[in-house]
């Protein structure tokens, strides 16, 4: 077989990629200058190629994503390479991302971001009371990888979980309740908490509107790390001026990057980061990634199922 890999990788990662495919050839390639007869050779592509460079894959076994999301690839890849299998990152992202809503959670309870902004305008004035994670009713939106892993660490530290997911299953221990998403609006006047980490799907944009801000408990805090589509942000703004939310946090905004004219900026309940919570910021993170893709070229030299398959028709990971 021929892999192609067109992710950034360290010499350590090219070891296990080197161990993995045994006497199997590897390529080496930038994502955004992908060689012709490489990606026409590869059996196994790991990375996100452009979706167009794949209607030249005609031996294209798996095509392994180092995203979690599995965005254009799904309606492209069946079309490029009828046959080939989609695999999916989920699962790499847990750890960095929900480490990270956790950290901007505290911030927004304990009023970080405000002290932090009165630091610079050299003020020493205390800014009232503040909330804890202890007792919180925490409403995870989203209950894949990084949903359940912030799930879990909510649960540890005395919040009540509920869960809403895509479709029935069963109910993890460190939850309460799990929903389906029918059941968003009665959920959503009890939650101190609301985390959002779904990808971008037609069921998933603007599936925080004005509507639905207006059901959330007064003081409520939105943390969005899926995709920036899933939320209306002037409805945002409305929402964090008139109080209705306590506070939001944006991993992710639409469009990307926020136009710095955007009113997002200058509202002083609002953190906004630039897509940085998940990425290879975390090492552990690319390391994990790299682990599932020479997993799964194990997987087709054996003739055994990949892990992380996406079902194409819902570009979701297949149960």
């Known amino acids: 077989m021929k892999i192609l890999v067109c992710m950034p990788v360290t010499q350590e990662h090219k070891a296990w990629l080197e161990k993995a495919a045994g006497s199997d050839t590897l390529v080496y390639s930038s994502q955004e200058e992908i060689p012709e007869e490489a990606i026409r050779d590869a059996d196994i592509v790991i990375g996100n190629p452009p979706a167009s460079s794949l209607y030249h894959a005609k031996k294209l076994r798996l095509l392994q994503l180092n995203s979690a999301g599995t965005g254009e690839y799904v309606s ?6 009828p046959g080939a299998m989609l695999a999916c990152a989920t699962g790499s992202y847990g750890l960095a991302i929900s480490e990270y809503m956790l950290g901007v959670l505290l911030m927004m309870m304990k009023k970080l971001a405000l002290y932090r902004d009165d630091q610079f305008e050299g003020k020493w004035e205390p800014l009232g009371f503040v909330d804890s994670i202890e007792g919180a009713n925490a409403l995870i939106i ?14 540890l530290l005395g919040a009540h979980v509920t869960g ?13 309740k799990v929903y ?12 101190d908490i609301i985390a959002m980490s779904m990808p971008e799907t037609p069921e998933t944009k603007g599936m925080i509107n004005a509507k639905r801000l207006a ?11 899926g995709r920036g589509s899933a939320i209306d942000q002037q409805a945002l703004i409305e929402a964090l001026r008139s109080g209705q939310l306590g506070g939001a946090a944006l991993d992710v905004t639409t469009p990307e990057p926020l ?27 690319h390391n994990k990634i790299i682990r599932l893709a020479c997993r799964n070229i194990e997987n087709i030299r054996a003739g055994r199922t990949p892990e992380s398959l996406v079902d194409f028709t819902t570009g979701y990971r297949a149960r």
């Not at 989203?142 to 909510?154: T, V």
């Not at 069963?170 to 309460?176: A, Q, V």
């Not at 059901?215 to 790390?225: D, P, S």
């Not at 136009?259 to 309940?269: A, F, I, Y």
């Open 215 to 225: 059901l959330t408990k007064r003081g409520a805090y939105l943390i969005n790390v």
């Open 142 to 155: 989203g209950m894949g990888d990084i949903g359940s892993a912030f799930a879990k660490r909510l649960h």
């Open 76 to 81: 492209a890849l069946p079309k490029a390479c």
């Open 259 to 285: 136009p710095q004219d955007d009113p997002l900026w200058k509202e002083p309940h609002c953190i906004i980061t630039p897509h940085v919570s998940g990425g290879y910021r975390l090492p552990e993170t």
């Open 180 to 191: 389906t998403v029918d059941k968003l609006e009665e959920c959503l006047p009890h939650a």
């Open 164 to 176: 809403i997911r895509r479709t029935e299953g069963e109910k993890p221990d460190y939850t309460e």
